[in-house]
């Protein structure tokens, strides 16, 4: 009898008209936009002095948020399937596993390429959880009347906070962290960027956007512990 060879796990991207990268180039230099106005506030003058560059901050910290939170959904969403396209196959691919939804492709995926899985209780997941949620409450964004009071306003000012200070944030540590946590299931580079002191950057990396990345190495060496 003939003996099966064992499961080899590719290498090698040969995939067309992939955008994972591009989503991923796109997400971190809205996030570095964030971390830098944030780093460099303007101040808020009352009435009669001129607060349009206040203004004009709050807006360009906002536009940066939201697309940091989006392309990371985005580059996720594209890199698990490109993952399980080029490992298992387009038609599998395709027709059964594009029917899960994220979190169920970055768990499912892994255990049917090597038989190992992400850590389902672990960071990496449980970032990609909150993500989705934030993406989904961006996309079906739906606007409020307003009462007449401030009441509306303080939550609009609120939300926009959280979603500048926590979600972006959470989200571009969600990237980083599936990166390097795939990577050490796989023992290769997966579809997205590594991510790692080796890497070779399409464009200068900020250093705000560096020490993240740095802290999300040392999250993933603390939690990470294979199968």
Known sequence: MGTTKPFEVRDSW???????????????????????????????HEWPVDSTAYAEQKTRKNVAAIKTVVFCAMALEAAAFEFATLQLGEPLAKNYLDKLDVVGKWLVVPRLVCG??????????????????????????????????????????????????????????????????????????????????????????????AQVIHRCREVHRNNWQGV
């Open 116 to 209: 190992r899985s992400l850590n389902e209780d672990g960071p990496a997941i449980n970032g990609l959880k909150s993500l989705v949620k934030e993406r989904n409450a961006l996309v079906h964004h739906k606007s409020k009347e307003w009462n007449g009071k401030h009441v509306h306003l303080d939550e609009v000012d609120a939300q926009r906070k959280q979603l500048e200070q926590l979600q972006a944030s959470n989200a571009f540590k969600t990237l980083v962290l599936l990166s390097l946590e795939l990577n050490a299931v796989l023992q290769a580079v997966g579809p997205l960027p590594p991510f790692e002191d080796s890497w070779i950057h399409a464009t200068p990396c900020n250093p705000l956007v």
């Open 14 to 44: 040969v995939l067309v008209d992939t955008m994972v990268d591009t989503y991923c180039e796109i997400a971190e230099e809205a996030f570095g936009s964030l971390l830098f106005e944030q780093a460099n506030p303007v101040p808020r």
